[in-house]
């Protein structure tokens, strides 16, 4: 008998004979989504580089999100970028940023539709740039809560005769500002 099934029985036998609680071992809730709610600096440092790569100059969130990876632009980017805005809730991840002067730069939603899932309480963004060729990438967002981080995990997808192959392009941290 699946575990799904056992647990429909066990409910449907505590409610027929009144008993109102089920043993704490019997109940299976999913785990909650990880939260990343927050503000975030935009300026990063890098946890892990693949062997053979140069460490970006440049550690910037909003260029990162943005698929922005030429070293100028990703400057620009933070140079411009005072604090990024975070909101996440089961069905999206909406990100803010804000300049200097505190005015909203960009404002993307990413949704089921658009590339946003969450797998084993991290939170996974599919994104395709805008540009010719048909390399994806893959960003995967996690808390590092013990040091009030964000990690950001950048993997590229390119696509191959044999199927798609993963490339690490590094994990990046980003504090949290509130």
Not at 9 to 31: D, E, K, N
Not at 35 to 59: K, N, R, W
Not at 113 to 137: A, I, M, T, W
Request: aromatic letters at 8%.
């Amino acid at each position: 008998m699946s575990m799904h099934r056992r647990l429909l029985l066990c409910a449907l036998v505590s409610v027929f004979f009144g008993a109102h609680r089920l043993p704490a071992a019997q109940v299976a809730l999913p785990p909650a989504p990880p939260d990343l709610t927050g503000v975030y600096d935009d300026a990063g440092t890098a946890a892990s580089i693949p062997e053979g790569q140069p460490t970006p100059a440049v550690i910037s969130l909003h260029a990162l999100l943005s698929l922005e990876f030429n070293p100028g632009m990703a400057r620009l980017l933070q140079e411009r970028t005072r604090e990024i805005r975070i909101t996440h809730d089961e069905k999206a991840l909406s990100v803010e940023f804000l300049d200097r002067d505190g005015e909203k730069i960009w404002n993307p939603v990413w949704t089921r539709e658009s590339g946003y899932s969450v797998r084993d309480r991290r939170v996974q963004l599919h994104l395709k740039p805008g540009k010719f060729g048909n390399d994806e990438y893959v960003l995967v967002l996690e808390n590092v809560t013990t040091h009030r981080l964000l990690q950001v995990n950048v993997q590229k997808l390119k696509p191959t005769f044999f199927g798609p192959v993963f490339q690490s392009m590094g994990t990046f941290l980003f504090p949290r500002l509130d």
